[in-house]
């Protein structure tokens, strides 16, 4: 029983260049997030699921998609990557969405 | 914009006295959570209060909530070098899709 997992851990990316993180979880639930990690920020809510094919903005989506195409996975695509988007990133799950979540370690993106 | 907002955003105390945390939100919540991230790690939950509970424990730790006053409050007894960290609110604003973070609370035990 893995948990949350999240590939890579650590990513170093061009301006422009586009890359996938993925996330997995072996707990069958239904929501899962992805958020970003600023200093002095908090986690800030990107883009989220409600299930299988379903897919919603959070607070900061603009450079970013997603897509949940089988229900233990959500993956998170930038484009065409800035400078801006260099952070941490955190995916998570939960069997509701006013659950607790189950966070994955992170992956740390820096953009150049 | 943020629902909730810890209080304060560093805290340094003695191994062995109590931290107390507060987070103060803006809009009606089904649901209040506490976590804890360490530095480098993904976050851990810690408790879930809800909207009907006024507190709760688990260990060491005892959380309250004011539905009146809008805020919550965690209380770490007998701190531990161990317990370092930051400490996040989130809240649901009534809603059952997703949550939001506050900015959390850096806590420094010294031991």
């Known amino acids: 029983n893995a948990g949350v997992t999240q590939t890579p851990k650590f990513r170093v990316l061009k301006t422009g260049q586009s890359m996938t993180l993925l996330c997995a979880q072996d707990m069958n639930h239904e929501y899962m997030y992805w958020y970003r990690q600023d200093p002095g920020m908090g986690l800030r809510l990107i883009h989220y699921?409600?299930?299988?094919?379903?897919?919603a903005k959070g607070e900061v989506p603009d450079g970013y998609n997603v897509s949940r195409l089988k229900k233990q996975n959500f993956l998170l695509g930038l484009e065409s990557a800035a400078p801006s988007q260099t952070s941490v990133y955190f995916c998570?799950?939960?069997?509701?969405?006013?659950?607790?979540?189950?966070f994955g370690p992170g992956t740390r993106l820096t953009v150049t | 914009s943020q629902q909730g907002e810890e209080d304060p955003q560093a805290l340094s105390i003695q191994e062995g006295e109590n931290a107390t945390m507060n987070c103060s939100y803006k809009t009606s919540i089904n649901n209040l959570q506490w976590y804890r991230q360490n530095s480098g790690r993904g976050l851990v939950h810690l408790i879930l209060i809800r909207s009907n509970e006024r507190e709760k424990h688990s260990g060491r730790l005892r959380v309250t909530l004011d539905t009146s006053k809008k805020s919550s409050s965690l209380l770490i007894t007998a701190s531990r070098a161990a317990d370092t960290a930051s400490y996040f609110c989130a809240t649901d604003r009534a809603s059952y899709d997703k949550v939001i973070f506050g900015p959390g609370t850096s806590l420094s035990v010294i031991p």
């Open positions: 998570a799950s939960s069997l509701r969405g006013d659950y607790e979540q189950y």
């Open positions: 699921s409600v299930g299988e094919g379903t897919t």
